[in-house]
């Protein structure tokens, strides 16, 4: 790691932290899971409440998934960019930085949350194709989210692909105390 700038005082240098375990990294994936679901619940209600979306089925669906994109977006690139932990990362000791260690910019963090959706994308497109729903629907989501994951393992560092292509890392953050 060249160009490796000491951090602030009373924190550690993040450039020499390992990668955090990918089983806790799913874990803190899981619990971003878990914290999202309230977020977008509480989007969904106040988008369909000034809207006066009544059947989302039918009208407003693009608009919807739209605005609810953006709150992801907004979501995840403001605490990415204000200190390199969500609110599930700052649970599991995890932090974002680039590959100096240093704290991401907004570009930066734009093109990871982009990236961050072939998570999902394959699996997607293919029940979009094969015409899957409900549980099947979730199954290929799980293999897909698995195979993703695993794809960490043959990475030099144990990043995920999106992190190397953006130009960022996962570290184990543990601050020290006072």
């Not at 790691?1 to 951090?7: F, H, K, P, T």
């Not at 020499?16 to 375990?21: D, E, G, Y």
Request: hydrophobic share 50%; glycine share 10%.
């Amino acid at each position: 790691m060249s160009g490796a700038v000491s951090a602030a005082p009373g924190t550690p240098d993040p450039a020499p932290l390992p990668t955090p375990a990918l089983g806790r990294r799913l874990a803190a994936f899981l619990y971003e899971g878990v914290l999202l679901f309230g977020v977008m619940f509480i989007s969904g209600w106040l988008y369909s409440t000034l809207t006066q979306l009544k059947d989302p089925d039918h009208q407003g669906t693009l608009g919807l998934q739209l605005f609810l994109l953006l709150v992801l977006a907004v979501y995840f690139c403001w605490f990415w960019t204000h200190g390199g932990q969500t609110v599930a990362m700052k649970a599991w000791h995890i932090r974002l930085v680039d590959r100096a260690g240093q704290p991401v910019t907004p570009g930066r963090a734009l093109a990871r949350f982009a990236l961050a959706w072939l998570w999902f994308v394959p699996a997607l497109l293919t029940a979009k194709l094969a015409g899957l729903h409900g549980g099947a629907l979730f199954g290929l989501m799980l293999v897909g989210v698995g195979a993703y994951a695993a794809l960490a393992r043959l990475h030099p560092d144990r990043q995920f692909w999106h992190d190397a292509v953006c130009g960022t890392r996962l570290v184990d953050w543990r601050p020290t105390r006072p």
